[in-house]
């Protein structure tokens, strides 16, 4: 079974320009998360949809930061513009609707300069 | 908000020894994940245990769960090189019961030397 799929894996960017995140997850699991982890401290969630429809992005800072899972299987992360403290490693996780298992995709590294 | 939160910070040991983390949390939880992260890797889910459980096993590790000091411990018997990473409890967020959205600890770095 192929795991969750994230691209691109490493990415400098200067600071006030945009990136993109790439997430797809495990065929067939409805539930789909975003999390950011920076250096040394535990991923946090930024966003989960459930299909395509958004179950909680109370932590995703919207005035910088956009999701969407259009048509329930794959989805982008976007950052425009970015700041210094948005370096971290981005990782998409996916869920079985009725499982208790999250499973993680390796992340996306971003360096903001 | 963080609810759990690993202890210690960093763990270093000898190969073959047995590893303790623990994991203490702030508000009732119905099941506890602990993760696992290898370095510049994603996170790998180990064991879910349940609040009316209070000792799980798989392989090498065993997790226990105390819900009256909210607390849960992993431990790691006969530890080897491949069992460096980074450990994370994960929980519900308050007042949430089900394990589809979970909060993570800061986690435990262990280093097993050879």
């Known amino acids: 079974e192929a795991g969750v799929a994230q691209s691109p894996r490493y990415k400098i960017i200067e600071k006030r320009q945009s990136v993109a995140f790439w997430c797809n997850p495990i065929?067939?699991?409805?539930?789909l998360y975003w999390y950011q982890q920076i250096l040394g401290q535990g991923p946090k969630l930024l966003i989960q949809?459930?299909?395509?429809?958004?179950?909680?992005d109370s932590q995703l800072p919207k005035d910088r930061f956009s999701a969407e899972r259009l048509k329930g299987v794959d989805s982008t992360l976007k950052i425009q513009p970015a700041k210094l403290e948005d370096s971290a490693v981005y990782l998409c996780a996916s869920r079985a609707y009725a499982g208790n298992t999250i499973y993680f995709g390796e992340g996306s590294w971003l360096t903001v300069v | 908000s963080q609810q759990g939160e690993e202890d210690p910070q960093a763990l270093s040991i000898q190969e073959g020894e047995n590893a303790t983390m623990n994991c203490s949390y702030k508000?009732?939880?119905?099941?506890l994940q602990w993760y696992r992260q290898n370095s510049g890797r994603g996170l790998v889910h180990l064991i879910l245990?349940?609040?009316?459980?209070r000792e799980k096993h798989s392989g090498r590790l065993r997790v226990t769960l105390d819900t009256s000091k909210k607390s849960s411990s992993l431990l790691i018997t006969a530890s080897r090189a491949a069992d460096t990473a980074s450990y994370f409890c994960?929980?519900?967020?308050?007042?949430?019961?089900?394990?589809?959205?979970?909060?993570f600890g800061s986690g435990t770095r262990l280093s097993i030397r050879p």
């Open positions: 245990i349940r609040s009316n459980e």
């Open positions: 065929s067939g699991h409805a539930t």
């Open positions: 949809f459930q299909n395509n429809g958004v179950v909680d």
């Open positions: 994960a929980t519900p967020p308050p007042g949430y019961s089900s394990a589809s959205k979970i909060i």
């Open positions: 508000t009732s939880i119905n099941n």
